[in-house]
């Protein structure tokens, strides 16, 4: 079983930028495949990012089009961490974020993915 590690959420002004760090352990080299997730209040949990890699090279790329632009996820390898920078914070980004791992179908549904971290709050203020 893989275990979800996040960080990094917090509040932030308009215009401001926040890193999140989601560590993975356990039976990660399993994993090919990782992404971000966020729930905003009142909403279904909805499709931020994702990337995934064969060979040790990025294989794919893909980000919700709400955030296309100002947020980048990226992966260290050496210490199996994906990142979600987030860069022109917008308040319709406040959400809790996800973390996730191991795909088994579609990458924009959450159903497909079988593990999830314990979520990280992001506050932006008007």
């Known amino acids: 079983q893989v275990q979800l590690v996040e960080s990094g959420g917090g509040l932030v002004q308009a215009g401001g930028s926040l890193r999140l760090s989601c560590a993975a352990s356990?039976?990660?080299?399993?994993?090919?495949?990782m992404g971000w997730f966020r729930q905003a209040a009142g909403k279904e949990r909805e499709f931020v990012a994702v990337?995934?890699?064969?060979?040790?090279?990025?294989?794919?790329?893909d980000y919700a089009d709400s955030v296309k632009g100002r947020f980048t996820i990226s992966r260290d390898n050496a210490k199996n961490t994906v990142y979600l920078q987030m860069n022109s914070l917008k308040p319709e980004d406040t959400a809790v974020y996800y973390c996730?791992?191991?795909?088994?179908?579609?990458?924009?549904?959450?159903?497909?993915?079988?593990?999830w971290g314990q979520g990280t709050q992001v506050t932006v203020s008007s």
């Open positions: 990337i995934s890699w064969s060979g040790g090279r990025t294989y794919y790329l």
């Open positions: 356990g039976r990660t080299f399993s994993s090919d495949a």
């Open positions: 996730n791992a191991d795909s088994s179908g579609s990458y924009y549904y959450t159903t497909s993915w079988a593990y």
